[in-house]
């Protein structure tokens, strides 16, 4: 089944207690992305990924790392987490990166920071 | 940059009665595409109908369909026939069709009641 996975699905962590929140598509997609989602706010653009080894930030990128070393895996890392970035977190992908390409997202991430 | 708004933060219907969605958006760009994802309880992202701003005809999924006004940048969803399991938290988004980051521009979102 063509999917995009995050895991863990939730998490409950401290303050500056560094995590990782992976993301694989198995779809051979080239355009890869993070969002985080809070209430009155919608989705916001974290990272991007336009192909191996190319990222770049979104709106709102600090506190957080990305890297793309292959090409179906996009990790979102919080290096020293605040409770600021508690949030619900999705990855999403897209075959190519053109406006015409739909995003397939992952079934999210619930991350606490206490 | 894009903006997307979306004025309704929440809206309810009656079960098997028809309810509208509004959105809309800024942008300077001519090339571009606009979405209508739903997200229920599962929290799951699903897209819902997708309009090419070059098209001028309204697009249409079963019973979702858009109307696209382009020189008013509107962009509201209708639900006809609604179902119970149409109640969901509703985003527009826009995704530039060139450019240098592709991102989709999400609303904030309306959250669809739908009442039997």
């Known amino acids: 089944e063509a999917q995009v996975t995050q895991n863990p699905r939730y998490l409950i962590t401290v303050t500056g207690k560094k995590l990782t929140v992976t993301c694989s598509q198995n779809m051979n997609h080239e355009y890869m992305s993070w969002y985080r989602q809070d209430p009155g706010l919608g989705l916001r653009q974290i990272y991007y990924?336009?192909?191996?080894?190319?990222?770049d930030k979104g709106d709102v990128p600090e506190g957080y790392k990305v890297s793309r070393k292959e090409k179906r895996n996009f990790p979102l890392i919080l290096e020293s987490p605040s409770p600021n970035q508690t949030s619900l977190y999705f990855c999403a992908s897209s075959f190519g990166y053109a406006g015409a390409n739909v995003l397939t997202f992952g079934a999210g991430s619930r991350l606490t920071v206490l | 940059a894009q903006t997307v708004t979306q004025s309704q933060p929440e809206m309810s219907v009656q079960e098997a009665e028809t309810v509208t969605l509004s959105c809309t958006y800024d942008t300077s760009e001519s090339d571009y595409y606009l979405f209508w994802y739903k997200q229920p309880p599962s929290r799951q992202m699903i897209l819902v109908i997708r309009?090419?701003?070059?098209?001028?005809q309204n697009a249409t999924e079963n019973r979702f369909s858009v109307n696209f006004q382009k020189a008013a940048k509107s962009f509201s969803l209708k639900i006809s026939d609604s179902q119970l399991g149409d109640a969901a938290m509703y985003f527009c988004?826009?995704?530039?069709?060139?450019?240098?980051?592709?991102?989709?521009?999400f609303g904030k979102g309306t959250l669809l009641t739908v009442n039997p």
């Open positions: 988004a826009y995704r530039s069709g060139g450019g240098s980051n592709y991102k989709l521009t």
């Open positions: 309009q090419e701003a070059y098209k001028q």
């Open positions: 990924s336009m192909n191996v080894e190319v990222t």
